[in-house]
């Protein structure tokens, strides 16, 4: 399976942007709890969780830092995901990064530990 992210780019404090993830090369077993999420890294940092969804329910999950101005979703498909990030902070500056797992329990959702794929990282940029 091969993820793609794509939107990245350069907006202004309390700007938008929308980033899509995009799976291919295979499937997901819509029976093994697969989740799609995204985590972030700006330099210097640790990676961190952003936000997740589970593909078969839609259940979402956030981080403390996003909740209220990120909002993920998924395409009736359930082959892409997007994160559409509003009321953007110099602060959310990072590289993007989409994964995917199977079998991830809620608890482990925000655990980079939990996904088997991931796809390459789109730089977000917040000019203040």
């Known amino acids: 399976v091969q993820l793609q992210a794509s939107g990245g780019g350069l907006a202004q404090a309390g700007g938008s942007l929308r980033l899509s993830c995009s799976a291919s090369?295979?499937?997901?077993?819509?029976?093994?709890?697969?989740?799609r999420a995204w985590f972030r890294q700006a330099p210097g940092k640790e990676r961190e969780f952003v936000a997740a969804?589970?593909?078969?329910?839609?259940?979402?999950y956030y981080s403390d830092s996003v909740k209220g101005r990120f909002s993920i979703s998924r395409d009736n498909a359930k082959t892409t995901v997007y994160l559409q990030m509003s009321s953007l902070k110099p602060e959310d500056k990072a590289a993007h990064y989409c994964?995917?797992?199977?079998?991830?329990?809620?608890?482990?959702?925000?655990?980079?530990?939990?996904?088997?794929?991931w796809g390459q990282g789109t730089q977000v940029t917040v000019s203040s």
């Open positions: 994964a995917a797992g199977n079998g991830v329990i809620t608890s482990n959702a925000v655990n980079d530990r939990a996904y088997n794929y």
């Open positions: 969804i589970r593909m078969n329910s839609g259940t979402e």
């Open positions: 090369g295979g499937t997901f077993n819509p029976n093994t709890r697969n989740v």
